[in-house]
């Protein structure tokens, strides 16, 4: 199996990446972050995790493939097609019309709302997926009417007139805080959520429920595990990282 950073064939198949590199020439930035605002990186290294996980699925499948056939293959991938991947829904509409997507803030282009907000206090991210959720979020927002507004009543209505429906939204939810508007949402069955920083994260119910933070053997050093169990049960890490020229002995020792 190899990896690539801009895959195996092409003008640009010797060139080093990196994954900002990869999210900049992949179109990622383009469509992250605020319009208003430079292109954005995402905030974590995916292309450079999730080819591993293509990898791993790749070599799955020939695996699979070698056992109907008798014959092995080579798996290629690259940091490059991973890119274009996670920006394949704005590719193919690309492909399609021509248009070329921007940027939406924490929105997307094709569902309203379904964004981050800001409250009286701190932010919380809405998503009415649908007409059903929309009408729920609508009358607890304490405007009904809106979900029968000729405007906003239809997904493609909403879409259409985001410009004019965000900011009737926003308006309304920096009226109280935070907790109220989540416990309200929640009530009527609106998904929501509190946008956490990482220690607000770390300090939740459910991440201390799905147990994924594992403590390294001899170590005390506590790191996120593998976000996959089996049987209900996550693996356990076996060992701490090597310290510096651990295994000198054994590796350079080898004929």
Known sequence: CSVWAFGYQGPMRLKPGFDPLLQAYGGMMSVTGRPEDPP?????SINDKATGMFCVIGALAALRRRDRTGKGCIVDTSLFETAVHWVEGQVNNHLATG????RHGTGGAVIVPYQVFETADRPLCLAAGNDRLWARCAKVLGHPEWAEDPRFAKGAQRVRNK???IPMI???LRGNTRAHWLAALEAAGVPCSPVNDIGELAATEQFAAVDIV??????GV????LPISFDRKRPKSRRPA????????EVLGRE
């Open 242 to 249: 090597p310290r510096l020229g651990e295994h000198n002995k």
């Open 99 to 102: 248009e070329v997507p921007k």
């Open 170 to 172: 926003a308006a309304v």
């Open 222 to 225: 506590r790191v996120v595990g």
């Open 163 to 165: 410009a004019e429906l």
């Open 40 to 44: 954005t990186f995402c905030g974590a």
């Open 214 to 219: 594992q403590t390294l053997p001899g170590s």
